[in-house]
């Protein structure tokens, strides 16, 4: 089993930087990807950024992000992190780090294990 907690949410102004850490425990060795998803209110969860875990470093962004969000990882640190620029109200919602085995395109919204969400809230 592989366990991931969110940590960074917060309130800021439009315009503003966040980041957000997830850190993983248990079994790491079986996660292909890391990624980051999140939910407005009233609306559907949403792929945002994802990075390969134990292989290659690649990254997966949602088109509307537009370079705004950088994905990273520290793997001796088993965290990830999601650096995010430039925020404007639509970003408002809550944050999801999620993990995933192989098989799945860098976009995709199938995780396998979940963490709780951690609210950003972006006032204009």
């Known amino acids: 089993q592989v366990s991931v907690v969110e940590s960074g949410g917060g309130l800021v102004q439009a315009g503003g930087s966040l980041s957000l850490t997830c850190t993983a425990s248990?079994?790491?060795?079986?996660?292909?990807?890391v990624g980051w998803l999140r939910q407005a209110p009233g609306k559907e969860r949403e792929f945002v950024a994802s990075?390969?875990?134990?292989?290659?470093?690649?990254?997966y962004y949602a088109e509307n992000i537009k370079c705004r969000f950088i994905i990273t990882k520290d793997y001796p640190a088993n965290t990830v992190t999601l650096q995010m620029n430039y925020l404007e109200p639509n970003d408002t919602g809550v944050y999801y780090c999620a993990a995933g085995y192989a098989g799945r395109d860098g976009r995709s919204s199938e995780y396998d294990y979940w963490g709780q969400g951690t609210q950003v809230t972006v006032s204009s």
């Open positions: 248990g079994r790491t060795f079986l996660m292909y990807r």
């Open positions: 990075i390969n875990w134990s292989s290659n470093s690649r990254t």
